[in-house]
Every structure is written in structure tokens, then in C-alpha cells.
């Protein structure tokens, strides 16, 4: 299984990016899809979760501001990240859980200008 993220770059603050993740090869189905992100010297975070059903749920810093969204016939996670800040810079890995193992993408730089 491959997870291919895309849509990262240099934006502005105050703009929009689009993330993407399809998930690739073997998988019977897929359980909960997730962003986290990590900003140089700091640890790993959660930023947003979505499940098989379309629930979703948001890290404080993001809830207003991110959507997670999903396409199961494509095995792909979306997050629209809108108003970004400064603080938004990191890189954005996806993570996909099925019944079995938990894959993570190889991540995408996400960087805003102030």
C-alpha cells in the first residue's frame, strides 16, 4: 500500500491549499483517514480525523479553518485548509487506518508567509 499526498506549497497568510492523499495497492477497505503535521523542532500533531461514515473531527488550532473530507471510491483524503496563519507551516502527513495496519503518507510542505 502507497499513499501519494499532494497540494502543498507557499502560501500567504490569509490563503487557501488543498491537500490530497490516495491511498494505492492492496486494500480491502479503510477505516478511519487523518491529517497530522509537524513544525520544525516540534513533535508530531493531530490535526484533523475523518471516519468511514464522514464524521469528522478538528485539533482546536484548526476547527474553523480546515475541512477533512473524503472520496471512498478513490481511497482519497482531502483537507481544504482556508485562513491559514504563519503557524500553519509544517509538513502534513496523511494517515490512513485499515482493520489490519495503519500506512502513513511521505508527507507535504506546507509553508505561509506572514
Known amino acids: 500500500v502507497q499513499l501519494q499526498a499532494s497540494g502543498g506549497g507557499l502560501v500567504q497568510a490569509g490563503g487557501s491549499l488543498r491537500l490530497s492523499c490516495a491511498a494505492s495497492g492492496s486494500i480491502l477497505s479503510i477505516n478511519d483517514m487523518g491529517w497530522y503535521r509537524q513544525a520544525p523542532g516540534e513533535e508530531r500533531e493531530w490535526v484533523a480525523a475523518?471516519?468511514?461514515?464522514?464524521?469528522?473531527n478538528y485539533a482546536d488550532s484548526v476547527k474553523g479553518r480546515f475541512t477533512i473530507s473524503r472520496d471512498n471510491a478513490k481511497n482519497t483524503v482531502y483537507l481544504q485548509m482556508n485562513s491559514l496563519k504563519p503557524e500553519d507551516t509544517a509538513v502534513y502527513y496523511c494517515?490512513?487506518?485499515?482493520?489490519?495496519?495503519?500506512?502513513w503518507g511521505e508527507g507535504t510542505q506546507v509553508t505561509v508567509s506572514s
Open positions: 475523518i471516519t468511514s461514515g464522514g464524521s469528522t
Open positions: 494517515k490512513v487506518n485499515t482493520p489490519r495496519v495503519n500506512y
